[in-house]
């Protein structure tokens, strides 16, 4: 087809950025725009709406005018984004009425445990696949409607809406509120069965069901970009929340492929096919993509806080002043000396799910130093990682032979090695790290046409680096019992 790039918006946590790739999945052209965070109260995370949009604009227009590329020469643009992060805005002028409810927002953890209390969460999670917790977006929702005068009221009729940020971006972009099937699945209001809003539950969390936006396939044609911003009207086609993007970014289309991506926080995520999995270890059941006569389903591990540890580090403690210098100063000590840090500073993910779980360091003695900090907080990504492994693992039933990774903590050599040797496991890191944009590129030219078929995108993977495990099973056990000793120090430290 005619048209030479496709565009990939990747719209994250604290950054967005947007690339453009050429046929060969190369890309040509990029631009990045930090984004702020707000912790106005105690486990409170929130956003400005306003700003997400403005800096991914900026981002668009950034990687598109720095490098000259002709508008028309782009066939589309795909979105990828932080997921289950709770906007509601004015329909009629388009202004947020309250400030974006960021995924690690967990002041819903109370509405979360009465829900739990008045019997509710096997029916959620049997329709869902997702357990009650303030993670996902329905009692964030909740709590907008019912702290913003008259928001519910004029939920009800129709005149406020809500999105993801994915819809939020959309609604800006082109005035179209949809959203896609994997982003819907992370909302506990989307029936993962059936791949429609469910009544019952809309009903559960007091969610009127005009305010949610229609939904559409993965893999569909969304809405054109208003050609005032790019200076030509883009359509996008193609919709995935960041994780999905990501295994979709590796070619992770065959059943068991795995990826954990090394972000904020840590995700690990499973293409189990046409089949959800239900987890015994309380991973979550959702929707990796869909296309128009098809859908894909992800068994996935949330860890909140992985690389938000040594950014952590850096920012609250003042320990080392760039995230650079964590491989250095890791390697200059031969272990911890004992030292462990369980990064529960939003509380606790899979395979725990608990919001009362505060951040710990434990085993500290005068022996320890800033390196030995530093190195707990890498070891304790892989840790958290091992942990949701392992889960995977007996949930599906087998070993995996190897696990990809991908994220900006991946470029971290030492965090992939001692996640080699504390899983016995071969780790493959791609040479492209941000496999989010790539997988969203991904989806839009399969829509789009610009790539025509699966096998083509198998075709286009970049090289990539091995690390193999060289630790003893029996250390590698002694490490693994004193983590899960740890973890057990920080268990409902708030409750």
Not at 147 to 174: C, S, Y
Not at 421 to 431: F, M, N, Q, S, V
């Amino acid at each position: 087809m005619a048209g030479k790039y496709i565009g990939a918006i990747d719209l994250g946590t604290t950054g967005v950025r947007c690339v453009i790739f050429d046929r060969s999945a190369k890309p040509v052209s990029k631009a990045y725009r930090e984004l702020s965070l707000s912790y106005p109260q105690p486990g409170w995370v929130e956003q400005d709406p306003e700003e997400l949009f403005r800096a991914t604009l900026s981002a668009m227009r950034g990687a598109i005018f720095q490098k000259a590329i002709p508008p028309e020469d782009i066939v589309s643009f795909g979105i990828t984004n932080q997921r289950e992060t709770t906007i509601v805005w004015d329909r009629t002028t388009g202004e947020a009425v309250y400030p974006a409810i960021v995924w690690q927002d967990r002041r819903t953890a109370a509405e979360c445990e009465r829900l739990r209390q008045d019997g509710v969460e096997n029916d959620v999670r049997a329709r869902t696949g997702l357990p009650l917790d303030p993670y996902f977006s329905a009692t964030k929702l909740s709590w907008i409607l019912k702290h913003v005068p008259q928001a519910r009221a004029r939920a009800e009729n129709g005149e406020i809406l809500f999105g993801t940020p994915d819809t939020w971006l959309l609604w800006k972009l082109t005035g179209a509120h949809l959203t896609d099937t994997s982003n819907a699945s992370r909302t506990l209001l989307f029936n993962i069965y059936k791949l429609t809003w469910d009544e019952d539950l809309a009903g559960i969390f007091s969610i009127p069901l005009k305010c949610l936006p229609q939904v559409q396939p993965s893999l569909s044609q969304y809405a054109s970009i208003k050609p005032e911003f790019i200076g030509r009207s883009v359509p996008i086609t193609g919709i995935l929340g960041d994780q999905q993007a990501a295994l979709f970014g590796h070619v992770g289309l065959s059943r068991g492929a795995t990826k954990v991506t090394w972000g904020t926080g840590a995700f690990l995520l499973a293409n189990t096919c046409d089949k959800p999995v239900e987890s015994s270890h309380r991973l979550l059941s959702t929707v990796f993509y869909s296309a128009d006569d098809s859908v894909s389903y992800g068994l996935e591990g949330s860890v909140f806080v992985a690389g938000a540890a040594v950014q952590w580090l850096r920012d609250g403690l003042g320990i080392i002043t760039d995230v650079a210098q964590s491989q250095e100063l890791a390697r200059s000590v031969e272990s911890t000396g004992g030292v462990y840090f369980v990064p529960a500073l939003t509380g606790l993910g899979a395979p725990y799910w608990d919001p009362h779980a505060r951040g710990t360091i434990v085993g500290i003695t005068r022996g320890t130093g800033r390196a030995q900090i530093v190195r707990a907080a890498l070891e304790a990504i892989a840790y958290q990682t091992h942990a949701l492994v392992r889960a995977l693992e007996d949930d599906l039933g087998y070993r995996l032979d190897l696990l990809h990774v991908d994220g900006g903590a991946a470029r971290n050599d030492f965090l992939c090695q001692f996640q080699s040797d504390i899983l016995g496991t071969p780790i493959i890191r791609p040479a492209y790290l941000e496999m989010t944009a790539r997988g969203a590129a991904f989806a839009a030219g399969l829509a789009s046409g610009f790539w025509s078929t699966l096998d083509e995108l198998a075709d286009l993977s970049s090289s990539e680096t091995r690390f193999e495990p060289g630790m003893k099973s029996a250390k590698r056990g002694l490490l693994v019992a004193g983590w899960q000793r740890a973890v057990e120090r920080a268990k409902e430290w708030e409750k």
